[in-house]
Every structure is written in C-alpha cells, then in structure tokens.
C-alpha cells in the first residue's frame, strides 16, 4: 500500500497563498490519479482538485478554487497544489489520495474511488 504524506499547509490572510505537497512512498505510475480533498470542520470531505498521471496529465478543479488552485505533477512520485487568492471559506484540512484510473484520461470525482490517503495537512485562512 502507498503511503502518502502532505506538507505545506498553514496560517495566512485571505488574499495570500500556499503551495501543499503530496509525496508518495512510492513512483505514481500510469493510469493513476491524484486527488486533493478538503473537510471543513462541520462539513463533509469534498473534492478538490485531480490529476492524470501519465498521458495527458489532465486535470481537474471544482468550480469553488478554479482559477485560484492549480494541482500539478512534480518529480515522479509528487505532487503539488498551488493554492493562490485564498478566502476564508478556503480553511480546511486538506489531503491527498490516489486512485486507479478505470477509464484513460479520466480520474474519478468521489473519495470511496480513492484507495490511499495521507493524514492531511492543515490550511487556516483569517481576513
């Protein structure tokens, strides 16, 4: 089972940015995806941003950080999320997961598609 670790999160004024990393304990391959996740305290677990390794490297952002977050691949086995223009509604404890893609070019929405998660890493965001 890969192991996950997330560092990068921490305290900044609104309008700030921060950039989270995800190493894994192992190389992300083909056909595997990466995931950011955030919970709010109060709130389910929604996602955030994934990525396609491999292949295309497509990409995906919810429409609540697009144009603010960006999710990218570093070395092989990290990967980053670039978080700028942060708001308060921003504050969470963010993690990351991967999953096995089912279809080419495509990563799956859900956190039950998920099969590995790192312990997550807080980001607190004041006005």
């Known amino acids: 089972q890969v192991q996950l670790v997330e560092s990068g999160g921490g305290s900044v004024q609104a309008g700030g940015s921060l950039r989270l990393s995800c190493v894994a304990s192992?190389?992300?391959?083909?056909?595997?995806?990466m995931g950011w996740f955030r919970q709010a305290p109060g709130k389910e677990r929604e996602g955030v941003a994934n990525?396609?390794?491999?292949?295309?490297?497509?990409t995906w952002h919810d429409d609540s950080v697009k144009g603010r977050f960006t999710i990218s691949q570093g070395n092989a086995n990290t990967v980053y999320l670039q978080m700028n223009s942060l708001k308060t509604e921003d504050t969470a404890m963010y993690y990351c997961?991967?999953?096995?893609?089912?279809?080419?070019?495509?990563?799956?929405?859900?956190?039950?598609?998920?099969?590995?998660w790192g312990q997550g890493t807080q980001v607190t965001v004041s006005s």
């Open positions: 997961a991967i999953a096995t893609a089912v279809y080419e070019n495509s990563c799956p929405r859900y956190e039950a598609d998920y099969t590995s």
């Open positions: 192992r190389n992300i391959y083909g056909r595997e995806c």
């Open positions: 990525i396609y390794i491999g292949g295309s490297g497509r």
